[in-house]
C-alpha cells in the first residue's frame, strides 16, 4: 500500500477527528485534575510510565495532605514519596513536583505560565506535559503525544508504525491536526485507545474510524485475512 502525501493525511486526520469528535463529544482530560492548574502540573509529572488511573489514585492522598503548590512547596520529601510510590520513579517525581511547586509560587506567583519554552524549565515537564497543560489551562493548540497518540496514530498510517519518538510524531501530527482540534483530539484518542484500538487487541470489526476506511492498520489487516 503505496503512502499518502500530506494532503490526503490531512484529509484522513481531519475526518478522523470528526468521527472521534462525533463518539465522544464530551471529552475531558482523564486526570482528575479539578480544574486546577497546578494540580495538573503535579499529576502531568507523575504520569511519565504510569497510568492515568493509578495518577488518579495516588493523587488523592497527596492532595489531601498537601492541598496547594505552597503546602508540596515546603513538604518533607520522604511523606511525598510516600504518597508517590505507587507511580513508579517515586524518588526522581517526588523531588520534580516539590521544585515545580517551589518554582510555581517563587517565581510565578503561583500563575502557571502559558508559553511552552517556559513550562519546559519546570522540574519533570516535558513537551508532553507542556502541551497537555496549554491546552488544557489555556486551550491553546498543542499535540500530547502520549503511547495512545503515538500507538494509534501510526496504526492510522500517519507514520510508521514503528515510530516511537514522542517529538518526531509531534513534528508529524501538528500540521495534520486542525489547531482548534488538537487538545481535545488528544483526551478523545486515549479514550478511543482504551476502549476500541487497545494496544493488545484493537477492535478493527467494531472501529468506527475503519469502518469508514480511514485507517491503514485494518486494511492491511483485511487484505492479509483476504490474502491479497
Avoid at 513534528?171 to 484500538?197: A, K, M, N, T, Y
Wanted: with cysteine; proline share 6%; charged share 25%.
Amino acid at each position: 500500500m503505496k503512502s499518502w502525501s500530506d494532503k490526503e493525511k490531512r484529509r484522513r486526520m481531519t475526518a478522523i477527528a470528526g468521527i472521534l469528535r462525533e463518539r465522544y463529544p464530551e471529552v475531558r482530560c482523564a486526570l482528575e485534575y479539578d480544574g486546577d492548574p497546578w494540580r495538573l502540573l503535579v499529576m502531568g509529572s507523575l504520569s511519565a510510565q504510569c497510568t492515568d488511573a493509578r495518577v488518579n489514585l495516588a493523587c488523592r492522598d497527596l492532595f489531601a495532605h498537601f492541598p496547594d503548590a505552597a503546602a508540596l512547596a515546603n513538604a518533607p520529601l520522604d511523606a511525598v514519596e510516600a504518597d508517590i510510590r505507587s507511580c513508579g520513579l517515586y524518588h526522581t517525581k517526588a523531588k520534580n513536583i516539590i521544585g515545580a511547586s517551589r518554582m510555581l509560587i517563587g517565581e510565578y506567583g503561583g500563575r502557571l505560565p502559558d508559553r511552552m519554552q517556559e513550562l519546559l524549565r519546570f522540574p519533570g515537564v516535558g513537551r508532553k506535559v507542556a502541551n497537555l497543560l496549554l491546552g488544557d489551562i489555556y486551550h491553546m493548540p498543542g499535540v500530547v503525544t502520549d503511547t495512545h497518540c503515538i500507538r494509534i496514530c501510526g496504526r492510522f498510517g500517519m507514520y510508521p508504525e514503528r515510530e516511537k519518538n514522542p517529538l518526531r510524531v509531534e513534528r508529524i501530527l501538528s500540521p495534520l491536526i486542525p489547531p482548534e482540534e488538537q487538545s481535545d483530539f488528544c483526551h478523545r484518542i486515549v479514550w478511543f485507545g482504551r476502549e476500541v484500538c487497545t494496544a493488545r487487541a484493537p477492535d478493527c470489526a467494531h472501529c468506527p474510524v475503519a469502518a469508514a476506511g480511514l485507517c491503514r492498520h485494518a486494511a492491511l489487516t483485511r487484505a492479509a485475512e483476504k490474502g491479497i
